[in-house]
């Protein structure tokens, strides 16, 4: 069976879709196979072929090579808001099911396969579901995404308490910073180290 790999963040746009395709990059220049999946993209636009698109999803596919859309982002949605907020207006019910045929799908043709999640650990798919679920219902280890800026210890230890408690195997992180200063970075980076048990997969620097 081929490896996966779930990819969370402390929070939204701290560089999940970035750090996946980075890691996408890498894999391929090994020559493995690498599929991506995005289950759940709101914030989407019409395209040329009436279509919604996702540029994360995009990104994704860029760097994967993939052809077929629909079978790695089953769920798309317009307005750029929470998910289940989004399916709501929409009058969808996300299926957890629906989502491990899917990746399995993609797993059986893969090397590895990278799964980017929406939003944190406890965005919400539904009134009773939550990204969490998801990765539960997958069931591979998870690459936790640390914007690094200020808060970013407080929030990594939390996303991290909150990943090893769902019963889930924290592979590793990526420290990513999407703002152009952080003050007293070295110690930052050395104190997350500190926290999460090992140095990150990847630090990626500020990019404008």
């Not at 395209?47 to 077929?68: C, H, M, Y």
Request: charged letters at 20%.
């Amino acid at each position: 069976m081929s490896r996966a790999y779930f990819i969370t963040g402390t929070d939204t746009e701290i560089g999940k879709t970035h750090s996946a395709v980075r890691l996408i990059e890498r894999w391929r220049g090994e020559g493995l196979r690498v599929a991506a999946m995005k289950p759940v993209a709101s914030g989407c636009t019409l395209g040329a072929d009436g279509e919604l698109v996702n540029d994360d999803v995009e990104r994704l596919i860029a760097a994967s090579g993939q052809t077929d859309r629909n079978a790695m982002n089953p769920y798309r949605f317009a307005p750029p808001i929470s998910p289940h907020l989004a399916a709501r207006q929409a009058g969808v019910s996300i299926d957890l099911a629906l989502l491990r045929q899917r990746f399995a799908a993609l797993q059986a043709d893969a090397d590895i396969v990278v799964v980017e999640g929406a939003g944190g650990w406890y965005a919400p798919l539904s009134d009773t579901l939550s990204m969490a679920d998801l990765a539960r219902a997958l069931a591979i280890p998870v690459l936790l995404v640390v914007g690094v800026r200020l808060g970013c210890i407080n929030h990594a230890r939390l996303s991290a308490e909150a990943i090893r408690a769902s019963g889930l195997t924290l592979a590793g992180w990526i420290a990513n910073q999407p703002v152009a200063d952080v003050s007293c970075r070295d110690e930052v980076m050395a104190t997350l180290t500190a926290t999460l048990g090992a140095p990150p997969w990847l630090d990626i620097a500020y990019q404008q």
